[in-house]
């Protein structure tokens, strides 16, 4: 008997919860000639997001640099050449990459071809076209 209760006072709730929500809403609808003007005014103000994965209005960063653009590149060049800057992208996965294609094996072919060919007799290879990503038909 009790959750019937608890769910008799939720749903009343929920009923005062959208009479109020209904009493607010009884201010007129805006014309469309004063919404088009509070668009424009958004617009002049700022305060509009642009379309797409545009920055909204509070992240924009309204401060002016304090160096020339000469200043900028001359530390971007020092930077560099004392190796203070970061990879661009993926740089660092590339060089990962690299070094481990750089990396040989310690075994010979002919010591790779013999395990081969002893997991084979042993019975440990899976014969083609039985593997993961197999079709049948």
């Known amino acids: 008997m009790f959750p019937r209760t608890v ?11 959208s009479i109020a929500a209904v009493a607010q809403d009884n201010a ?24 797409g994965e545009g920055a909204t209005p509070a992240e924009r960063v309204t401060t002016k640099s304090t160096k020339t653009r000469a200043q900028r590149k001359a530390e971007t ?3 560099r050449k004392s190796g203070d800057l970061a990879p661009a992208g993926e740089a660092e ?16 072919r002919a010591q790779r071809k013999a395990e081969t060919r002893a997991d084979a007799k042993a019975g440990k290879l899976i014969p083609a ?8 038909k």
Not at 7 to 17: F, K, R, V
Not at 93 to 108: G, I, L, P, Y
Not at 129 to 136: H, I, K, S
């Open 129 to 136: 076209g039985e593997g993961p990503g197999a079709t049948t």
């Open 77 to 79: 060049v020092q930077a």
């Open 7 to 17: 769910l008799a006072a939720a749903a009343m709730a929920a009923a005062a919860m």
């Open 93 to 108: 996965d590339a060089k990962e990459d690299k070094e481990a294609q750089a990396m040989h094996s310690t075994k010979t």
């Open 28 to 51: 007129p609808p805006a014309s469309r000639a004063e919404v088009k003007a509070e668009t424009k005014a958004a617009e002049k103000a700022g305060k509009l997001t642009p379309a």
